[in-house]
Each structure stands twice: as C-alpha cells, then as structure tokens.
C-alpha cells in the first residue's frame, strides 16, 4: 500500500471560477476573457498568465497527479486567448494566424535583443524532492498586481537617445489622479498620465535636480491611446 500525494484538481478548478478566469454553463466550464487585465500589452498578459500556471505547476511539482495540471493549462490558455482576441478585436482564425496555438510573439528587451515568449504547455513531470511542506501563495494573486504605468520597451531616452536601461519618467505626479474615479477608471487614469522615455541616468538627474537641459515637459511625450496603439 502506497501513500500518494495529489494536486487538488477540483479546488483549483473553483479557485479559477471565483477569480473569474472560467464560468460553468450547462454543466461545463468555459474560459472567458479577463477584461480587467485587456488594458496591459500583450507582451505583459502572456508573461502574466504564464507566471500564474508556473506558481502552479512549481507547488505541485512533487504530485503524484501532476500531469492534470494540463486541464488548468487548457483554461488558462483559452481566457488568455480571449482576453487578447477582445483586447485587439480579433476574430478566432485572424489570432491563430498571428499568435499561433502556443501564443507566441517576440519582444525587445531592455538590453536590445529580440526574444520570443509564448504560452506553451511545459513538459509536467513529477519531482518527488521538491515537496516544499509550505502554504501555496496564490498564484492568481498576480491578477491583482497593480499597474502604474505601461511602456514600450524600444523607445529610446528622449534626452541623450540611447536605448539602454529605458525608464518612464512621469510628468504628471499619480496624486493628481481624482480620487472619486471607479479603481477601473483609476487604473485608465495612471496608465494616461503624461510620460516620457529616459534612460536611467538621465532619470537620476531629473528626480536628483542635476537635470539643466530642456523642459521636459515641452518633449512629445508617451501616452497609451489603445490597445494596441501609442503615440
């Protein structure tokens, strides 16, 4: 007689309901879009949902049922495809030909290198050593992280023009965000505040007032107009 140790499948499945990432109809569950999360690049969903099956798939490492953990793959997958199909207004067959099956797509990292990210199923295979004996920090938590700001990577600093170590810098302060906006219309408002690229140099001089060049605030500056969209 052997002890066996399993991934509570059933909980987790309801725990994905409850967070919203599934419904039930008819007896089924089906994936549905995280309209909350639609207004983040879609660099930044892939990376998100994958951060959330990997909290799980590395808990339940040493589970003798380890391989189901596919069925919250499945889910996870499908609300991300919905969530981008609403996101950019893409019809089923128009985001096959462009993320693929595995959700995949490239992007430019700070240090300039194009890389690929996707949403693959991970080879699940048990590890009986990794039973870790602590409390499961929720992996939907990661559903909740705040956004502040959002930015594209590839633009360079808006002083010196070099495309290392990019940050924003914003112009307006996130207390002039009104207080009596909806957290949706909160979250709007952050994203929209007036920002500029700046390397991280020219960053510390502003914020340390070693800054003497030009008026930042007369420099074009960033501000997200969509979902796929900047100027």
Same mark, same amino acid.
């Given at each position: 007689m #052997?002890?066996?140790?399993?991934? =509570?499948?059933?909980?987790?499945?309801?725990?994905l *309901?409850t967070?919203?990432f %599934?419904?039930?109809?008819d007896? $089924?569950?089906?994936?549905?879009?995280?309209?909350?999360l639609?207004l983040?690049?879609t660099?930044?969903?892939?990376? &998100?949902? @994958? +951060?959330?099956?990997?909290g799980?798939? !590395?808990y339940?490492s040493?589970?003798?049922?380890i *391989?189901?953990?596919?069925y919250?793959?499945?889910?996870l997958?499908?609300?991300?495809?919905?969530?981008? @199909?609403? /996101? *950019?207004?893409?019809k089923?067959d *128009?985001?096959?030909?462009?993320?693929?099956? #595995?959700?995949?797509?490239?992007?430019?990292? $700070?240090d300039?290198? &194009?890389?690929?990210?996707?949403?693959?199923l991970?080879?699940l295979k048990r +590890? =009986?050593n990794r039973?870790l004996?602590k409390t499961?920090?929720?992996?939907l938590?990661?559903?909740?992280?705040?956004?502040?700001?959002i930015?594209?990577f590839?633009r360079?600093?808006?002083?010196c023009?070099?495309?290392?170590?990019i940050e924003?810098h914003?112009?307006?302060?996130i207390?002039t965000?009104?207080p009596k906006?909806s957290?949706f219309? /909160?979250?709007?408002s952050? %994203?929209?505040? $007036?920002?500029?690229?700046l390397? !991280?140099?020219?960053?510390? +001089?502003?914020?340390n007032?070693l800054y003497?060049?030009? +008026?930042l605030?007369?420099?074009?500056?960033? &501000?997200?107009?969509?979902?796929? /969209?900047?100027?």
């Amino acid at each position: 007689m #052997n002890i066996t140790m399993n991934a =509570p499948l059933k909980d987790l499945i309801l725990r994905l *309901e409850t967070s919203e990432f %599934i419904r039930l109809k008819d007896n $089924k569950y089906n994936a549905r879009p995280k309209v909350t999360l639609s207004l983040l690049p879609t660099r930044d969903l892939i990376l &998100r949902f @994958r +951060s959330i099956f990997k909290g799980y798939t !590395q808990y339940y490492s040493f589970s003798d049922n380890i *391989e189901k953990l596919k069925y919250i793959y499945i889910f996870l997958r499908n609300s991300l495809e919905k969530t981008i @199909r609403f /996101k *950019e207004k893409l019809k089923k067959d *128009e985001f096959l030909r462009i993320y693929g099956k #595995n959700i995949r797509m490239s992007i430019l990292r $700070k240090d300039g290198k &194009r890389v690929s990210i996707d949403f693959s199923l991970p080879l699940l295979k048990r +590890s =009986p050593n990794r039973f870790l004996g602590k409390t499961l920090s929720d992996p939907l938590g990661s559903k909740k992280w705040r956004i502040s700001t959002i930015f594209p990577f590839d633009r360079p600093c808006a002083n010196c023009g070099t495309h290392h170590n990019i940050e924003m810098h914003h112009i307006k302060h996130i207390r002039t965000v009104n207080p009596k906006l909806s957290s949706f219309d /909160k979250m709007v408002s952050r %994203i929209n505040r $007036k920002q500029i690229p700046l390397c !991280q140099q020219c960053h510390r +001089s502003v914020h340390n007032g070693l800054y003497y060049g030009f +008026s930042l605030k007369h420099y074009k500056y960033t &501000r997200w107009t969509g979902p796929s /969209k900047w100027q």
